[in-house]
């Protein structure tokens, strides 16, 4: 199927119509853009699963804090496209920021309690730009999936109990987060990195995996779990947080990991903020698969 770009929230509709009347099933990818692959493995999956995938395009500006890189977030609309094309997207929805918030525009979803630790702490308003520009897109598009990456695990968490709170008829997946090969996440804001600075962010991996070495090995003391994350991360220039939190209530767990963990960090490396993650699933709980974290 060629791939179609729409702009306006009329024509996507009517192109969501058509494919509807096919009897497709729509899986969704919501992005900032300047893909890279770890999008490129939202889209394939979706593409896996679903009949025809919309990837949608939009810097959601009510997700960015004063202060925050809004205004230089990186963009390469060309190279997206491409992207999007070779992972197996049908339509790529593209809008402008007035089509998504027209003049008087007022009316924003509110997450509870989940978007106030970890990230929420340092970023007040960020998770309710979040939800706002999410449950847009969804009564958009109306997918049947719609894909997340785990590498914004708190994101994940947020999205799925609006989903349920707010009776969304989609399902959420969570896809697990695209390293390279040394190790670094995946992310749009890599790309900030001097140099120097990358070999230093791969301090945030390197506690993070070595943690799930141990975790994986029987260590279940959550103190030695935080001090091998920790351990590596005398390297970058500023510590927002580490925690070790329960994988559905994001609450810190205290002592032993005697249920599914999410461990997470945020830290500047230069000028640029990074934040990663691991979940850390006791074998007894290891269900069907790490897609279907988290389940809030
Ligand atoms: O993860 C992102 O890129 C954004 O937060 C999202 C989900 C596209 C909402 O703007």
Redesign the pocket.
Known sequence: MAMRVVRTIADLRALIRTIREQGHRIGFV???GFLHEGHGALIRQSAARCDATVV?I?V?PT?FGPGEDLANYPRDLERDQGLCLETGATVLFMPEVSEIYPTGFQTHVEPGRLAEPLCGRFRPGHFRG?AT??AKLLHMVQPDLAF??QK?YQ?AVVIRRMVRDLNLPVDVVVVPTVRDGDGLALSSRNAYLAPGDRERALALSQGLLAAKAAFDAGERRTQPLLDLARGPLGRVDQMQYLELVDAQTLEPLDGVVDRSAALCVAAFVGTTRLIDNVLLTPSVEAGPGPQNHPRP
């Open positions: 919501p992005t900032m949608s939009f959601n997700q979040v520009v999410v997340f990456g914004d994101q």
